[in-house]
């Protein structure tokens, strides 16, 4: 069974830097793409970056700059460098995916969530 593990979460100063990473576990055929989203208390969940298969990447407005995305499909790994991190980076952070599993057909997936706070 097919499952996204997150890490690298934290607290981190304004200014600061983290680094997530994704990874799905299990029989993983094909990933078409990957995302991060995020959701702060009291607002919605919200795109922050996506990835392709072939690389393409693109990001929410209000994390260009500062944030990048990367992907290492080989590994079924998805990577999120954010730098120049704002109290309002604060969220829970989750890892997103289509991909086709072993046994069955493309699906989407999450994972639980990372907490990345902001804060001095």
């Known amino acids: 069974q097919v499952q996204l593990v997150e890490s690298g979460g934290g607290l981190v100063q304004p200014g600061g830097s983290l680094r997530l990473s994704c990874v799905a576990t299990?029989?993983?055929?094909?990933?078409?793409?990957m995302n991060w989203f995020r959701q702060a208390p009291g607002k919605q969940r919200e795109l922050v970056a996506h990835i392709s298969y072939d690389g393409s990447a693109n990001y929410a407005d209000s994390v260009k700059g500062r944030f990048t995305i990367s992907g290492d499909y080989a590994k079924n790994a998805v990577y999120l460098q954010m730098d120049s991190l704002k109290p309002e980076d604060t969220a829970v952070y989750y890892c997103h995916a289509y991909l086709r599993p072993l046994h069955d057909g493309y699906t989407e997936y999450w994972g639980p969530g990372t907490q990345v706070t902001v804060d001095t």
């Open positions: 299990g029989s993983v055929v094909r990933i078409n793409f």
